[in-house]
DNA sequence: ATATATTTTTAGATTAATCTAAAAATACTA
DNA sequence: TAGTATTTTTAGATTAATCTAAAAATATAT
């Protein structure tokens, strides 16, 4: 048996270790888990004794076969809920989050399949973020920061910042996915860059916002 | 904050509140909670603490507002999921209720809301129950069990037991939600019924099958 | 009414998950 | 390389939810 908060740890280890790609420390768990480092430290050793993590002492954390089963299991979960409360409930991408916080850990595996089915096979939630199949196999997807962005135009893919601040933000600004823009110029002083949003309105975005906007080439 | 284990004793206390028309007992409540009497004693004091029930010690306990409030809550998000699993996912009725029983704990008023919106505002779930507005409200209905009947033809409306081996058998016998039925005859001897199903087959029912079915006069 | 049975409460432990404070190990820095 | 800073672990407590065993209250039945 394994808590809502043992698979929180280990979603959460999954997170750091994939950003890192190297194991995650018990600090950076912490943080990621609002909680104190002590707090981690024995919750790592009782993953450890269910054989869904290996640790030794003082040399971080990484996730087992187990572990990643269950953490890739509850991406998969929390953002087909994500699809089904956009897609047919119609809340908007900024309010979802906690509620699929919630929802990613109700447990029937058949639940997640026929749900799967219902919502289409969707490959990417509301933010862009790649759903990953049930063997925990993400699909990748060609995009850029849209500070780093070389080319011309291109479209909204996704975020990289999930705050309901930013998507508010970005509503506002018409900069929804799937949004086409056309890089204008970049501005040296201050790393924002003008746009031209959908072939209408031009923009000038802030070096904060195309750090977290992912852009594909189109 | 009110724990999902509270939320639990709450409705447990609702439900055989309701049945008994009466407080609820401390064994009653271990009985449907599958806990002890100790623990029930221990929980019973928190929630009284909260404000939730009204209690005197030997006396049994009584919802007060809020206890109800979140019983009732429960009840109507438990039943719209149930509506949801069967009518959007094509889950067949004998196998929703665990689930149901965890989608329930789910805490946004908004996706309850919206849910309900999404299913069409449906008013009884897939086993025949009544599911309850945002005050706590329930739709009645004239409905006798199949053993009381006293006319001659009917719809199936609901049942008494909810067990997977009771729904499965009834699927086999083509007894599910809205099937018209006729009474052929009552069998003095052991109170089995012999009935007409769909104006076209026809069955014995025993009587604890008969004492389990909801039946209303059409 | 008194003995017996049943129900309910209390006492005392246990387990998961958390905390703060302090000790131990490791990393960084001059 | 020594000294300081940071990170991680341990020690010791706390809280919610549970348990078993035993005590106390209430109900039942002769
Ligand atoms: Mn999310
Ligand atoms: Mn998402
Ligand atoms: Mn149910
Ligand atoms: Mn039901």
Same mark, same amino acid.
């Given at each position: 048996?394994?808590?809502?908060?043992?698979?929180?740890?280990?979603?959460?280890?999954?997170?750091?270790?994939?950003?890192?790609?190297?194991?995650?420390?018990?600090?950076?768990?912490?943080?990621?888990?609002?909680?104190?480092?002590?707090?981690?430290?024995?919750?790592?050793k009782?993953?450890?004794?269910?054989?869904?993590?290996?640790?030794?002492?003082?040399?971080?954390?990484?996730?087992?076969?187990?572990?990643?089963?269950?953490?890739?299991?509850?991406? &998969? /979960?929390?953002? !087909?809920?994500?699809? %089904?409360?956009?897609? #047919?409930? *119609?809340?908007?991408?900024?309010?979802? $989050?906690?509620?699929?916080?919630?929802?990613?850990?109700?447990?029937?595996?058949?639940?997640?399949?026929r749900?799967?089915?219902?919502?289409?096979?969707?490959?990417?939630?509301?933010?862009?973020?790649?759903i990953?199949?049930?063997?925990?196999?993400?699909?990748? &997807? /060609?995009?850029? !920061?849209?500070?780093? %962005?070389?080319?011309? #135009?291109? *479209?909204?893919?996704?975020?990289?910042? $999930?705050?309901?601040?930013?998507?508010?933000?970005?509503?506002r600004?018409?900069?929804?996915?799937?949004?086409?823009?056309?890089?204008?110029?970049?501005?040296?002083?201050?790393?924002?860059?003008?746009?031209?949003?959908?072939?209408?309105?031009?923009?000038?975005?802030?070096?904060?916002?195309?750090?977290?906007?992912?852009?594909?080439?189109?």
């Amino acid at each position: 048996m394994v808590s809502s908060t043992e698979e929180n740890y280990l979603k959460a280890i999954f997170k750091i270790s994939e950003k890192e790609n190297a194991p995650a420390s018990t600090n950076a768990i912490a943080t990621e888990m609002k909680t104190s480092a002590a707090s981690v430290s024995d919750m790592i050793k009782r993953l450890a004794e269910k054989e869904l993590v290996s640790y030794e002492k003082w040399k971080g954390v990484t996730l087992k076969e187990g572990g990643k089963k269950i953490a890739t299991g509850l991406i &998969r /979960k929390h953002r !087909l809920w994500e699809v %089904f409360l956009v897609d #047919k409930l *119609n809340f908007s991408w900024d309010e979802i $989050h906690p509620i699929a916080e919630e929802l990613e850990h109700i447990k029937s595996d058949e639940l997640a399949m026929r749900l799967d089915e219902f919502l289409g096979f969707p490959k990417f939630d509301p933010h862009g973020d790649p759903i990953p199949d049930e063997n925990g196999n993400f699909t990748f &997807r /060609k995009q850029v !920061l849209l500070s780093e %962005f070389k080319g011309q #135009k291109g *479209n909204i893919v996704g975020v990289d910042e $999930h705050s309901t601040q930013f998507l508010q933000y970005l509503d506002r600004l018409e900069l929804t996915l799937g949004t086409p823009i056309e890089i204008l110029e970049k501005i040296e002083y201050d790393g924002s860059i003008r746009i031209r949003i959908k072939g209408r309105t031009e923009q000038i975005i802030s070096n904060k916002v195309a750090q977290n906007l992912y852009i594909k080439a189109s």
